[in-house]
């Protein structure tokens, strides 16, 4: 029987792909790309995530994010605007509009903590994740976070989702992760949890495509 449910963040509370965040931060700056969108992304993903477990604070982290953006900006065609913009960025990252949420999200975590279920939070990501929760409202529905550059593992490795286990002190058995990767799905299944697969652009027609959905299959 499930008791307890974990999140990833990106693409399954938070919507990270950029033509949701980023191209309309461009066109309100009358800017277009001028490069391949998804290849910039990817690039600047991986060097995100090679990156982010040495980002345990938050002058770090906003460091990273800096960095982050200067690649984008620069693999978009856009690197004489850079330095501007990714410095635009990290003194408004606290703007919940950077951040926009998975449709659903909220609804699902209040439905699933008014059936009395503990959550956590189980995502890589750097030390400014609880406090981005905060800022776009989901923060109050989770017992614990496990930020793998606050606890310094990543997933897929089993140890953050055993974090998460202990501290909603339930059986691997009991709980199910949501995510959007192959990670999540490795990670979770390591640990001994079942996996629900996530995908907010309808796109695999293996995952669920609306976080609401997840509620169908709980008692």
């Given amino acids: ?120 939070v189980v995502s890589n990501w750097d030390a400014s994740l609880p406090e981005i929760l905060e800022v776009v409202g989901l923060r109050r529905y989770f017992d614990h976070l496990a930020v793998s550059a606050l606890s310094g593992v990543a997933k897929p490795d089993p140890r953050l989702f055993q974090e998460a286990l202990a501290a909603l002190g339930v059986a691997p058995e009991e709980a199910v992760h949501v995510g959007d990767s192959e990670a999540d799905l490795l990670g979770a299944r390591g640990a001994g949890m079942r996996a629900f697969l996530f995908d907010p652009t309808g796109e695999n027609p293996e995952a669920l495509h609306r976080l609401p959905a997840v509620l169908d299959y709980l008692p």
Wanted: net charge negative; aromatic share 12%; hydrophobic share 45%.
């Fill in 1 to 120: 029987m499930i008791r307890a449910l974990t999140f990833d963040v990106g693409n399954t509370l938070i919507l990270a792909s950029p033509r949701f965040w980023l191209l309309p931060f461009l066109q309100e700056r009358g800017l277009k790309p001028q490069g391949d969108v998804r290849r910039a992304a990817l690039e600047a993903f991986r060097f995100y995530e090679e990156h982010h477990l040495l980002a345990r604070d938050l002058e770090s982290a906003l460091g990273l994010w800096r960095e982050f953006h200067r690649r984008l900006f620069w693999g978009l065609g856009l690197g004489e605007h850079a330095e501007v913009l990714s410095q635009e960025f990290v003194e408004n990252w606290s703007d919940p509009r950077i951040w926009p949420l998975v449709p659903g999200a909220e609804e699902t975590l209040k439905a699933l903590k008014e059936r009395g279920y503990p959550l956590a």
